[in-house]
């Protein structure tokens, strides 16, 4: 088994209940079953570095940052710049030192930035997130986290996508839309698979590792899920479904 165990960084915000009532959370329950679970396709797609029954490691490179940005900035610098032999206000000095810098910025940023890191620790109960620009990955309690949507652009573009709360002084975002189209559908994947006392969810990438999940339950005396879900989560088969309802009661 590869250990993707993290040193806890955060125990919880400083702001927690406040979070808990910002307009755009969304809470940890299973809504609906995920269309894009763990498969061979979304394993392409998605670039799962890795998946079992205690892990799933995201890949991400966090160049989505400076790439962007750089590009835009570096956009802007040429507009500002060319023609050269053009006279220019002070305005357009301004526009044109600002870009310059922003250029610099993320150029140094996407050659220096640290090691990004997605990761659900199912075995542990532990999320591991992205720190903000130079800010170290961030790992915190599962059940201490704080989901939220994001609003997108004014057509609506990148809105509905799933967002982890960072807990730093100023709120800032990381998303993490995984195994779904839109904010619920990750949430619901995300939840139920760190939801250690349900079985593993859909996807191939899971069935080498259903069995052994549910011996583990059953050996615990299958207990009752820790977040709540609005669809019925059953096991591989009706033998264990018949078992975990005679034994866990549910």
């Not at 940890?28 to 394993?43: A, D, F, L, T």
């Not at 000095?93 to 250029?103: K, P």
Request: charged share 25%; with cysteine.
């Amino acid at each position: 088994m590869v250990d993707f165990t993290r040193k806890i960084t955060h125990q919880s915000y400083k702001n927690p209940e406040k979070l808990k009532k910002y307009y755009h959370r969304v809470e940890k329950k299973i809504y609906v079953k995920p269309r894009n679970s763990v498969n061979s396709n979304s394993h392409r797609l998605l670039k799962y570095d890795y998946e079992d029954n205690n892990f799933i490691y995201y890949h991400t490179k966090g160049t989505v940052v400076p790439l962007l940005g750089g590009g835009i900035s570096f956009a802007f610098l040429l507009i500002f710049l060319f023609p050269l032999e053009e006279k220019r206000e002070e305005i357009e000095w301004f526009f044109l030192i600002v870009t310059v810098l922003l250029t610099i910025f993320f150029l140094i940023y996407g050659l220096t930035k640290p090691k990004k890191e997605h990761i659900l620790n199912r075995k542990d109960g532990l999320i591991t997130m992205t720190g903000f620009f130079w800010q170290k990955n961030i790992t915190m309690p599962f059940k201490k986290v704080e989901f939220a949507y994001s609003t997108g652009e004014e057509n609506m573009v990148g809105a509905f996508r799933l967002e982890v709360i960072r807990p730093n002084k100023w709120q800032t975002f990381d998303s993490f839309g995984y195994g779904g189209a839109e904010c619920y559908e990750s949430m619901s994947f995300i939840t139920w698979y760190m939801d250690k006392n349900r079985p593993l969810p859909p996807g191939e990438a899971f069935n080498p590792y259903r069995q052994q999940d549910f011996e583990r339950r059953k050996a615990e005396g299958f207990p009752k899920p820790l977040y709540s879900s609005k669809i019925s989560t059953p096991e591989a088969t009706k033998e264990q479904q018949a078992e975990r309802k005679r034994i866990g009661g549910w």
